[in-house]
């Protein structure tokens, strides 16, 4: 097996864990920075000493926060202002096995739709069953080959 495929089954176990708890991760309203400082009983005041900030400006963060417009940096540092650890992921929609699979499929169709078109104006159309057996060998192959290929 290809190192890619070894990396893709671990990928698409560890996100198929973690699907399973996304319900519980929903970001509040107002975000986690304010959700968690609340929950403390922490004031502005007392998060604006430990970041040396004032305390409107991390009134301003958790505004940001909530709209999705803080950086990545700043989030970090009042993590650990907060005692928390801060943890940025993506996660994929679906499994990267499906989504490989789906991508050879469309690559398969469109080049299947050229030579289909192709032998056509020879006069050389084939069966239906010779061209979903073409498209299976073809998607195959694809996937077969080197990811990379399936993104050009």
Do not use: H
């Not at 973690?18 to 319900?23: D, F, Q, V």
């Not at 400006?57 to 202002?81: D, H, W, Y």
């Amino acid at each position: 097996m290809k190192d890619y495929k070894i990396a893709v089954r671990i990928l698409d176990a560890k996100f198929t864990k973690i699907r399973k708890i996304l319900p519980f991760m929903e970001k509040p309203t107002k975000g986690w920075i304010r959700a968690i400082r609340n929950s403390l009983g922490m004031s502005t005041t007392f998060l604006a000493k430990q970041l040396g900030i004032s305390p409107i400006r991390v009134l301003a963060i958790e505004n940001s926060e909530a709209c999705l417009e803080l950086k990545l940096s700043t989030l970090n540092r009042v993590a650990q202002a907060l005692n928390c650890r801060f943890v940025y992921i993506l996660i994929p929609e679906q499994n990267f096995e499906e989504m490989l699979e789906i991508r050879a499929e469309e690559i398969a169709k469109t080049i299947l739709a050229r030579t289909k078109r192709t032998m056509a104006l020879e006069g050389q159309e084939c069966s239906e069953e010779e061209n979903e057996k073409q498209f299976k060998i073809l998607k195959q192959e694809l996937l077969q080959s080197s990811p990379k290929k399936l993104w050009r």
